[in-house]
């Protein structure tokens, strides 16, 4: 197991509601509010699909809930082997790894737009019906990255 991630989290003896500054995997400086549990997402910063879907994830999570982290960017902290980051989508919720739907669900959960999407996959069913839409297009899934790099270098730069 690689380093702990290199995510500022506050002194426990700082009072709750108060906010402070972190940095994610890029650098930026967003705001967290202290006391709120954080969730964290590994995804495939190569993947031009995943690009466009965690930068809409990005700008949604306007609290700064959840920390980003490039599994593709060398030397970047894994709790799990590589490439099995790399083979479905992870995240870390209240201690607990999260994968596939189970982790989009998790995400939805920490955006106040998308709450209803995660908190409706709590139910087995919906939870169910989601892996089994997030298995289909994991096989997909390379097609697709065909087409948005050629789309991409068609038009000059991604969309």
């Known amino acids: 197991m690689g380093p702990v ?6 002194a426990p003896s700082q009072r709750r509601g108060r906010r402070s500054v972190r940095r994610d995997d890029k650098g930026s ?3 967290i509010s202290i006391g709120m549990t954080q969730l964290q997402v590994w995804y495939d910063g ?5 690009q466009r879907e965690i930068a809409l994830m990005r700008r949604l999570d ?17 709790p799990l082997d590589r490439a099995t980051l790399l083979a ?11 994968s596939g739907a ?8 920490a955006i106040p737009l998308l709450r209803p999407l995660g908190l409706a996959a709590r139910s087995p069913a919906v939870l169910w019906l989601l ?5 289909g297009f994991l ?3 390379p097609a697709l990255q065909r087409w948005a790099r050629r789309r991409a270098a068609f038009s000059g730069g991604p969309r």
């Open 46 to 50: 190569a993947c031009p699909l995943c």
């Open 139 to 141: 096989r997909w899934r």
């Open 62 to 78: 306007r609290r700064g809930a959840i920390a980003f982290t490039d599994v593709a960017v060398p030397g970047a902290a894994c």
């Open 88 to 98: 479905r989508f992870h995240a870390r919720e209240g201690g607990r790894m999260l």
């Open 29 to 31: 400086r967003r705001p």
């Open 5 to 10: 991630c290199a995510t500022w989290v506050a």
């Open 131 to 135: 892996e089994r839409a997030y298995r």
């Open 102 to 109: 189970a982790a989009f669900a998790a995400m939805w959960r």
